[in-house]
């Protein structure tokens, strides 16, 4: 029952996930897929609804809409979504166009870029973030200042 087309309502124990689509969406019936917990799907996982992760996905994986990945699931690939909870381990690089929340259970190896990103403590992220709203001119003139800084700091070492 991995790939299915109508709509499913999580059952008992699915508490989470109706919060999590709530929040999001506010239409808790739109489950689209689910990958159980005894699931390893290998290859890119494309989908234009909502997706929880209960296993694990070898592959790039990609939604417009909301992606949850439960404690204890992986994602070995890429990921782009609408929005995203993640509360297991993803290593690969992450595109969420809205918001990103990442649980204290999280685990985070790869450059995140999100417009809102929300860290519980515990969670873990190696990587870069990147947050829309910057303009481009501000992060060159920023480096620029880091740079002259650290030039000054390195003659002054010299000098002294």
Known sequence: M????????VASGGEEMD????????????????VGPSVNVEGDFVSE??????????????????????AGAKILANVIAGN?????EVKGNMKIKE??????TAKVLGDVEA?????????LL????????IDQSEV?????????????NDEMSAGA
């Open 140 to 152: 060159k003139a920023a480096r620029a200042a880091k740079t002259l800084v650290g030039k000054k």
């Open 19 to 34: 919060q999590y689509l709530e929040n999001y969406s506010g239409k808790q019936d739109e489950v689209d897929t689910v």
């Open 49 to 70: 609804g909502n997706i929880i992760v209960k296993g694990s996905v070898s592959g790039n994986v990609r939604t417009s809409k909301n992606l949850l990945v439960e």
């Open 84 to 88: 995203a909870e993640i509360s297991g």
């Open 126 to 133: 190696y990587g870069k973030v990147a947050m829309p709203g």
């Open 2 to 9: 991995i790939f299915q087309k109508s709509s499913v309502k």
């Open 115 to 123: 417009k809102i990103l929300v860290v519980e403590a515990g969670a």
């Open 99 to 104: 918001s990103l929340q990442l649980t204290a």
